[in-house]
C-alpha cells in the first residue's frame, strides 16, 4: 500500500533577500517555479529597493508558493534574511540570492539527500561561477567536503547552494541583523556548531558575477572584514567547547591579512591618483588635446578623493 504521510515529505522554504536586483530577479524567480521539485516555497524580502524590484516581483504572486515581504527601511542582507527566516517555514530552508539562478533539479536533488541521510542537518552543493549574463559557467574548485577535526573557520568550503533543517537552524541566534557582510559564512559558523555537514559534489546553482555584488567589487573589502568579525564571533562561542575552533595565533594572522589588504587596496588608489595626476599634468601642456578626456580624469581624482 501506497504511503501518502504528508508529515514524510521533504518540503522547502527559499529565502532569498532582495536590493536592487530588479535586473536579474525574474530570472531567479523563474528558476525556483522551473524546479522538478514542486514541494518549496519561496519568501522573498524586499529590503526597500530604490529600484523597481517590486513590479518585476509582483506578477509572480499569483502562485501561492511565492510570499513578498516588503522592508520600508533597508536593513541589510542579514536582517532581509532574519524577516525571511522568523516566517513560518517548511522542514527545509535554503538560501537563494536574487541574483542568481538554481538549476532545475537543484531541490530534486537536496530532497533526495535528505531522505537518504537523516542525521545531516546541513547539506549543501558546489556551484558554477558564471559571467555578468551566467554564460561561461566554471565549476568552483574551492568548494567540498570538510577535513576531519578541521572546521570553516580554517577554511571556507562551503557554498552554494546551502541548505539546513528548520530546527537545526532554530538551535542557533540564526541571522544576525548586525552582520552587514558575510552573512553567509556567519550562518555556516552557527550551523556548524549545532550540526553535522554533509556535501554533494554536484552543481545546483548559477552564481552571477558582477561589480554590484554583496561581496563583489568595491565591495571585497568590506566583505573581507565582516567574514573576520563572524570569525571572531564565533571563536568565542567556541572557547571551552569540544567544536574545534581556532587557536589565538591563528585568529591574529587572520587580522594581519586583512589589514594587508587594506594596505594594499590603499597603495592601488594612490598608484591611480598619481597616474591621473600625470596625465592631467600632460593635457595641461598639451591643451589641443580633447577636453572631455581631461574632465574625465578629473572626475576620476574627485571619486579617489
Not at 259 to 281: D, G, P, V
Request: charged letters at 25%; glycine letters at 2%.
Amino acid at each position: 500500500m501506497k504511503n501518502n504521510n504528508k508529515s514524510n515529505l521533504i518540503c522547502f522554504s527559499i529565502l532569498m533577500a532582495n536590493y536592487n536586483n530588479a535586473p536579474y530577479i525574474e530570472e531567479a524567480i523563474q528558476s525556483v517555479i522551473s524546479q522538478t521539485y514542486p514541494h518549496w516555497k519561496l519568501i522573498i524580502v524586499d529590503d526597500a529597493s530604490t529600484d523597481n524590484s517590486i513590479e518585476k516581483i509582483k506578477p509572480y504572486l499569483k502562485d501561492n508558493r511565492i510570499k513578498l515581504i516588503i522592508h520600508k527601511k533597508n536593513l541589510g542582507y542579514g536582517g532581509a534574511l532574519k524577516t525571511a527566516a522568523d516566517n513560518p517555514l517548511n522542514m527545509i530552508l535554503a538560501i537563494f540570492d536574487s541574483d542568481d539562478k538554481l538549476h532545475e533539479s537543484a531541490l530534486e536533488v537536496m530532497a533526495k539527500a535528505y531522505k537518504n541521510n537523516p542525521e545531516y542537518g546541513f547539506i549543501y552543493s558546489t556551484y558554477w561561477v558564471c559571467d555578468f549574463n551566467l554564460k561561461n559557467p566554471q565549476i568552483a574548485k574551492w568548494v567540498g567536503p570538510i577535513e576531519p577535526n578541521k572546521t570553516n573557520l580554517h577554511k571556507i568550503k562551503v557554498s552554494h547552494f546551502k541548505t539546513f533543517r528548520r530546527d537545526v537552524y532554530r538551535k542557533t541566534k540564526g541571522f544576525d541583523q548586525n552582520q552587514k557582510s558575510a552573512v553567509d559564512k556567519d550562518i555556516i559558523f552557527k550551523l556548524e556548531e549545532v550540526s553535522k555537514l554533509k556535501f554533494i559534489d554536484k552543481p545546483l546553482y548559477y552564481y552571477r558575477s558582477h561589480e554590484q555584488g554583496i561581496s563583489q567589487g568595491k565591495n571585497q573589502f568590506k566583505a573581507k572584514v565582516y567574514h573576520y568579525i563572524a570569525k571572531l564571533k564565533a571563536y568565542k562561542r567556541r572557547l571551552n567547547t569540544n567544536i574545534p575552533n581556532l587557536t589565538k595565533k591563528e585568529l591574529y594572522f587572520n587580522y594581519i591579512g586583512i589589514a594587508f589588504y587594506r594596505l594594499n587596496f590603499l597603495i592601488y588608489f594612490y598608484k591611480l591618483f598619481r597616474i591621473t595626476m600625470l596625465i592631467e599634468t600632460f593635457l595641461n601642456k598639451f591643451s589641443f588635446l580633447s577636453l572631455k578626456i581631461k574632465k574625465k580624469l578629473i572626475n576620476i581624482r574627485k571619486l579617489i578623493d
